[in-house]
């Protein structure tokens, strides 16, 4: 099935999820949660759709570009939160943060195996869960503990997944 989005389209996807990211960030720093999770909505939509076109225009910059940002999603929003909820609230910042290191071992692993020549077979909705649970969390304040622990331990499976299949693999030549 070919993409709704042409390759032209994903830099200025990615330029939305950025600014809306930062402005998500802004908003939950200043006491905005609800706020926050609307923009970041835009931010996470914005993300998952320029993650799709640049797969199937099978551009590696643009793929690149597309990991890159969703780091940089990941940060504003689980470091937004973390930034926020300190000192008041040691659970959600704990939460947060856990969430924020989990996402980036499990992106460090993926590339590192890639990197180092094992095969690994990323799925895209599971890069997509982490940043949708915070914007339920931002949006549905009473759920943001959960949303945010859920969203730690979804990051962990692609670790232990990823490290299973390079111990199963040959080595790389």
Same mark, same amino acid.
């Given at each position: 099935m ?13 330029? +939305? ?7 998500a ?6 006491? &905005? ?10 931010? =996470? ?15 590696? &910059? +643009?793929?690149?570009?597309d990991?890159?940002? $969703?780091?940089? +999603?990941? /940060?504003? +929003? ?9 000192p $008041? $609230?040691p ?5 947060a =943060?856990? /969430? ?21 077979? $990323?799925?895209?909705?599971? &890069? ?6 915070? =914007? ?6 009473? =759920? ?7 969203? /730690? ?7 232990? &997944? ?10 790389p030549?």
């Amino acid at each position: 099935m070919a993409s709704p989005l042409h390759s032209s389209a994903v830099p200025w996807l990615l330029a +939305l999820s950025v600014a809306a990211s930062a402005g998500a960030a802004t908003l939950v720093v200043f006491s &905005r949660p609800v706020a926050g999770g609307v923009s970041a909505t835009a931010a =996470v939509g914005a993300s998952i759709l320029a993650g799709l076109a640049a797969r199937r225009s099978g551009a590696a &910059r +643009l793929v690149f570009a597309d990991h890159a940002v $969703e780091r940089l +999603l990941e /940060a504003a +929003l689980f470091g937004s939160v973390a930034w926020a909820a300190v000192p $008041e $609230e040691p659970w959600t910042a704990g939460a947060a =943060v856990t /969430a924020l290191v989990a996402s980036y071992v499990a992106s460090y692993m993926s590339a590192k195996a890639i990197g180092l020549g094992f095969a690994l077979h $990323e799925r895209l909705p599971y &890069r997509s869960v982490r940043p949708l649970l915070a =914007v339920l969390g931002l949006l549905f304040p009473a =759920v943001l503990d959960v949303a945010l622990w859920a969203a /730690a331990a979804i990051s962990l499976e692609p670790v232990v &997944r990823h490290g299973l299949s390079v111990a199963r693999q040959k080595e790389p030549v």
